[in-house]
C-alpha cells in the first residue's frame, strides 16, 4: 500500500522527537519543513497527501487553493486551539483535524507556575542567589489561602485550574457562558456573572478560546472594573487582552502583576531565538520592561505528556481520515449545526 505522505511545517527538535517516535506506530511518510505554512511556502505541500500545522502556521483564503490544487486532503493540527485556520474558506475542500486535549494539566500547572513566581518574586530571587545576593528587599509576597482566584471558562483547562487552586485554600469563582454547576458543586467553586470576577477577584485567569466573542475581551473597560493590584494571567490565547490598554492598567498600578504566555503579536517572535537580534514590536518590548510581568513563550503546553499525546493524538486523526471511518476530532465552522454532517456520517462534509 502506498505510504502517506505528510508535510510537516514549522518543526522544531522537539516535535522531530516526539513525532518520529509516535510513527513507529503509523509508518507515515514525514517531510519536516523549518517553514511556517504561508502563502509564501505553500507550494511545498506539492506530492503531499496531508499537512501537520502548529499555531504559527496559518491557513487564509490564499492559502487553501494552492494546497486544494495540490492533493493535500487533511489538515492536521497539532494544537488545540484552531483560530490560525479559515474554517470557513476550507469547509468542503480539505477536511481539518485538531487535538482537542493533550493535558489540560500542563497548561493548569504552568498557569499555577506564573501565579507563584509572579507572588513571591521566585524568578528574581534564582538571579539574585546565583550573585551571591542573599538580601530579600523587594521579594515580599501574599499568601494565596483565602484569596479570591477568578477563573474566566472553565473547560478541559480551567477545571484543572480550579481544583489546584481549591488545594491552596483559595476562594475560585468562575464564569462560562456554559456552565458546569455539578462540577463546580463538587470542587467547591461557583459561577458568577463576569462582572463579578472582575470586581472579586485577586487573581484573574485567561481559559476560555479566542473567538469573535472573545477577541480583547480584556480591554480598558474591563480592566478599570478590576481591583487595583490584581494578578492577570493570560495562558489562553494573546488577543484575550488588548495589551496596549494593559500597558496603561500597568503603568497606573491597577494591574499589580501579568503572568502572559501567550501574546497578541506573538507569532514574529515566540518559538524564535531573538537573543542576538532586534525586538522591533514596541509593545512586546514594553511589556518586558515592567519588574511585575513575567512572560513565557507559549510554553504552557511544554510537558513530556502533552508532547507523546499530541504526537499520537495527531497522526491518529490523519490515519482515521484515510481509513475512512469516523473523525472524532474532526472540526468545521458549522459544526453543532445541522449543516455539519459529523453526527450522521462520522465527517463534516
Ligand atoms: P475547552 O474547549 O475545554 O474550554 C473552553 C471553555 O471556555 C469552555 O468551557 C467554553 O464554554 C468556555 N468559553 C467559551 N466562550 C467563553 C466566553 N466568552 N467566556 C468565558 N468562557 C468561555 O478548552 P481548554 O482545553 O480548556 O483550553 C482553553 C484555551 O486554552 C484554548 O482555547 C487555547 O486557546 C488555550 N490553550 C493554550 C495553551 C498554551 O500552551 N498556552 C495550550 C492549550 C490550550
Known sequence: MKKIKLSFFDAKPYDIEFFNRANRKFGYDIKYFNNRLNPDTVSLV?????????????????VVGPL?????????????????????AVFGKIHVARVPAYSPYAVAEHTVGLML??????HKAYYRTRDSNFNINGLLGFDMNGKTAGIIGTGKIGRVLAKILKGFCMKVIAYDPFPDADYAARTGFSYVPLEKIYTDSDIISLHCPLTQETFHLIDGKALSKMKKGVMLINTGRGRLINTRALIAALKSGRIGYAG?????????????????????????????TFNNVLITSHQAFFTVEALANIADTTLGNIAEFFCGG???????????????????TGKCF
Open 46 to 62: 506539492k506530492g503531499f497527501d496531508a499537512v501537520c500545522l502548529f499555531v504559527n502556521d496559518i491557513v487564509t483564503k490564499n
Open 68 to 88: 486544494v490544487k495540490n492533493g493535500i486532503r487533511i489538515i492536521a493540527l497539532r494544537s488545540a486551539g484552531y483560530n490560525n485556520v479559515d474554517l470557513k
Open 117 to 122: 513566581s509572579l507572588n513571591r518574586k521566585i
Open 260 to 288: 502572559l504566555d501567550v501574546y497578541e503579536e506573538e507569532s514574529e517572535y515566540f518559538f524564535e531565538d531573538f537573543s542576538s537580534k532586534i525586538v522591533s514590536d514596541d509593545v512586546l518590548a514594553r511589556l518586558l
Open 326 to 344: 469516523q473523525m472524532e476530532n474532526e472540526i468545521c465552522y458549522q459544526c453543532g449545526r445541522k449543516e455539519c454532517a459529523r453526527e450522521k
